[in-house]
């Protein structure tokens, strides 16, 4: 039952993944026509996203993983298994983090008015900031990737405010490929190519993980995956959602679009009951 349902909905898994990865485009596109930044906007659309991801990372996601195991292992050894995919996923996505170079963070804030500001500083080593940003966005896509699809895989109505939320996300992130790009090479093509296909790790992480996880997919490796979704939800939420919501806008526009994205999650998950 389990086999039939994943084929039924991997095609429609796949397009909410790639709808999210390609979200950076969006991002490139701001940076490189805008004519000023909107930071009231970005930061309650982050704050946004995060409330999504919290709240059904912690009131869904979290309770489905358990309920999956729990006909093949109990209730006492299931939630274990709840707890320590939770933080599994935490530590995974961390270790992600780590690998990436911290003096060039691909989180770091870049405004539209600085593509404003001419070619007074040109740099060409700016090139290799805006490669490695998005080599990084790309390594930091990837579990996002997998986390969009398996959502979607197993509940749909689920996984469309989950795409939702990780395409917001992936919106600074191609502003902050395509800022550097453009004042290395002066091209706004080349940059904004560049931004849009660092967002195709993300598919590339729906597919990888589905080739590697379908094969062996059962009741009891879903849930461990999925309770391991929720961590690597929640950890993108707490480690760069709202703190790039607060660089681009005051404390409260990013607290108001937190609690607005639990509130809308809140009302949809009723609705669906």
């Not at 404003?116 to 090139?127: C, E, Q, S, V």
Request: a negative charge; charged letters at 15%; aromatic letters at 12%.
């Amino acid at each position: 039952m389990l086999d039939q349902l994943f084929q039924q909905n991997v095609f429609f898994a796949f397009g909410l993944t790639l709808f999210a990865g390609l979200a950076t485009g969006v991002g490139s596109a701001v940076a490189l026509f805008a004519k000023r930044t909107n930071t009231r906007l970005l930061a309650s659309a982050l704050g946004f996203s995060a409330g999504v991801m919290i709240y059904v990372s912690f009131v869904e996601i979290f309770a489905k993983a358990r309920d999956a195991m729990l006909p093949t292992l109990g209730l006492r050894t299931s939630s274990w298994m709840t707890v320590a995919g939770f933080f599994g996923g935490m530590l995974l996505i961390g270790l992600i983090d780590k690998l990436v170079p911290s003096q060039e963070n691909p989180h770091e804030m870049h405004s539209v008015e600085e593509m404003r500001a001419g070619f007074d500083d040109y740099d060409p080593k700016l090139m290799r900031m805006g490669l490695v940003s998005a080599l990084a966005i790309a390594i930091h896509n990837f579990p996002e990737g997998l986390a969009t699809f398996t959502v979607a895989l197993r509940d749909p109505d689920l996984g469309l405010p989950i795409a939702v939320a990780i395409a917001i996300h992936n919106i600074p992130e191609g502003i902050a490929v395509s800022v550097p790009v453009y004042y290395a090479t002066g091209s706004r093509r080349t940059a904004f190519f560049l931004s849009f296909f660092s967002g195709f790790s993300e598919p590339l992480g729906a597919l990888i993980g589905y080739f590697l996880l379908f094969p062996f997919m059962t009741d009891l490796v879903f849930g461990v995956v999925f309770a391991s979704v929720a961590g690597i939800m929640v950890f993108i939420s707490l480690d760069e959602l709202l703190p790039a919501a607060r660089e681009y806008g005051r404390h409260h526009h990013s607290l108001y679009g937190l609690v607005a994205g639990m509130v809308v999650m809140a009302l949809s998950l009723l609705l669906f009951l």
